[in-house]
């Protein structure tokens, strides 16, 4: 019979420390960023529903037009100065409603991000307060048209899904981008044969 309450004892002790370890994640979320399980639905795992528009903050874009390997600049920021948020995950997407990516996202300044999604993907490696969050898009392919697309957290209970995005669409001719990577690949091949070239030479003069 003692035996039996010291195991029940232990047990409880077991379960109140996992509870306490988890409580950091409970009471904050994620401050290191968005989980790979967010990737898709891009909706955080905060125990609460998605907050409602309107979305105070902002998404702007250094060119709303791209061509091959453009690199253009985003701007997350708070509409109003009241108005900060503490976590984010942006996507270029070319569908908003599909979670493969395009290109590459990059934090740009002092911005702490990282890419638990990808590369075409970048959320926050802290939760402190913002006011604005910078990063860059390295455009590749050619669809018609990629979004930039964020999830913003303003607190734990309150963040909005998918709550701004920013289209930007292709200025180029399709079929282009492909092709001018192909030449640059060839270029390189060409000048590896020049140089093994001119080494067989310099070998069979001497």
């Known amino acids: ?24 994640d409970i009471v904050t979320g994620y401050p290191s960023g ?16 998605a907050s409602v528009p309107p979305v105070p903050y902002t998404l702007t874009v250094s060119s709303t037009t791209y061509n091959c390997g453009d690199v ?7 509409a109003t100065s009241g108005d900060t ?4 995950l942006c996507q270029a997407r070319p569908d908003v ?23 075409g993907a970048i959320t926050h490696s802290e939760s402190s ?19 930039i697309v964020c999830t913003v957290v303003k607190a734990k209970t309150t963040f909005w899904v998918k709550g701004v995005r920013q289209p930007i669409t292709f200025s180029g001719t399709t079929g282009t981008c492909s092709k ?5 690949g060839s270029g390189f091949l060409v000048l590896v044969l020049s140089i093994l070239v001119a080494l067989q030479w310099k070998l069979t003069v001497a």
């Not at 253009?72 to 708070?78: D, F, G, M, P, R």
């Not at 604005?132 to 979004?147: I, K």
């Open 97 to 119: 409603n599909r979670s493969s990516t395009v290109g590459k996202l990059a934090a740009s300044g002092a911005l702490a991000a990282t890419t638990n999604c990808g590369d």
């Open 180 to 184: 001018a990577m192909g030449s640059r």
């Open 72 to 78: 253009i600049t985003v701007t997350l920021a708070n």
């Open 129 to 147: 307060d913002k006011i604005s969050a910078v990063f860059t898009w390295t455009a590749s392919g050619d669809n018609p048209t990629v979004n």
């Open 1 to 24: 019979m003692f035996q039996m309450e010291n195991m029940m004892m232990m047990m409880k002790i077991a379960v109140l420390c996992v509870i306490i370890l988890a409580m950091p």
């Open 34 to 49: 968005a989980p790979s399980g967010a990737c898709e639905s891009m909706t955080p795992n905060h125990g609460a529903p």
């Open 85 to 88: 948020f503490k976590g984010f």
